[in-house]
């Protein structure tokens, strides 16, 4: 039994399990409107409560990721989409539109409808974590038809459409998306709320209960890898890349071969995203570069942020970001000289590539979701910079040996995802 307020003590909890446990600080507490500091702690949660029948007490756990979470999207288009063909073509063109950026292979949710548009970005949500797929998978004209249902042919088709994008699981191929569901719910007559929700390949989310025999928690994959293609697509070998150079010869080297080739990256990496990105930026465009760290505008930048570094390792988790969040910024460090060669995961926009070409600039892709692969396998050395204020968005250098990563925009305006084309090498990353 509790005091009542079950919500505050999960929030304990939460606190308590990162502080204890390897896991990375993310959470920002505003300071002012502009300004924010980590909370250190990972609070405030969010935690939301639901009666429910019986005496047990379920749970949905769900961490979030930023990359999937800011796919989540809200559209109301006219009701009038409603419409043979109309519909499909809506959602294949918002399917498409995700990218690669939050770790595919994805789940896409979609629920249409929705008593109020919050409602429906709720309900996406849900259904992106598995948890309306035992809805009815038939409408109903009772009051069961309140629930909604899933519209299982439709979610075939989306499937079938996404296999012929030629955007695949982090590089060109079949399989952007895992699976779909989509969810129809009631509406209010006026409004056709649309909600598009996302789970990366790497699932957050887990369900738990409480009952009178105890405590439990679902009992996880132990072996993903059982699911995986037996045959790679291309065993040609990663072409070495010797980041102890100057910049100049590295980008020679990148300027030799077409985007989608394979490299193998050993040498010195800067660490820095967003909250250093705004840190630098302001600095420079206030007089004061001589402020910055030099390895910023010598090295290649990776944009990352480690997890809590366990004992005995060189450093905790530490896969790539989204490159997109860093677009903004790419062509004005570009233009003082840094970040001509940068390294994360997913697709950029018009904005980098542009840069790119511009400025004589690279940017590399390397597989999301595999954050502890790259620390344990990767991560030779790591110290911080500046900037220990931020926590994980800190600026680090850190040494690497035979990271893996794939040109994904060149110096000549070459974007692997915006131009996928039969003769672009399709290299299987192990």
Known sequence: LTDGDDAALLAKGIARTYATENLRFSLLLPKTTLEEVNSQTNLPALVELTACPGEDYRFLFVAKGGGSSNKTQLFQPPPSLLMPGRLDAFLIDKVRGLGTAACPPYRVAIVIGGLSPESCLTHAKLASCGALDGLPTCPSADADGALGFRDLDLEARLLEASRHFGIGAQLPGRFLVLDVRVVRLPRHSASLPIGLSVSCLADRQIWGSIDRDGVWLEQLEA????????????????????????????????????????????????????????????????????????????????????????????????????????????????????????????????????????????????????????????????????????????????????????????????????????????????
């Open 223 to 430: 072996h993903p890898e059982r699911f995986s293609p037996r045959e790679p697509i291309d065993s040609k070998p990663a072409i070495p890349l010797d980041l102890n150079q100057p910049m100049t010869a590295i980008r020679e080297a990148l300027g030799r071969h077409p985007v989608g080739t394979r490299f193998s990256l050993s040498g010195p990496l800067v660490v820095a995203r967003d909250l250093a990105h705004a840190r630098i930026r302001a600095l420079i465009e206030s007089g004061r570069r001589a402020e910055v760290p030099q390895a910023f505008f010598t090295h290649p930048v990776y944009y990352a942020g480690p997890a809590k570094t366990p004992p005995g390792r060189v450093c905790g988790a530490f896969g790539p970001t989204t490159a997109g969040r860093m677009d903004a910024d790419l062509d004005f460090f570009q233009s003082h000289g840094a970040a001509l060669v940068t390294l994360a995961k997913g697709n950029r926009g018009a904005a980098a590539r542009e840069a790119c070409q511009r400025h004589g600039g690279f940017y590399l892709g390397t597989i999301g979701g595999t954050a502890t692969f790259i620390a344990d396998r990767c991560i030779q050395r790591s110290k911080l910079l500046a900037f220990q204020e931020l926590g994980m968005e800190a600026l680090f250098q850190i040494e690497v040996e035979g990271l893996p990563a794939f040109t994904i925009l060149d110096d000549k305006g070459g974007d692997l995802y915006a131009t996928p084309a039969p003769d672009v090498p399709r290299h299987h990353l192990p």
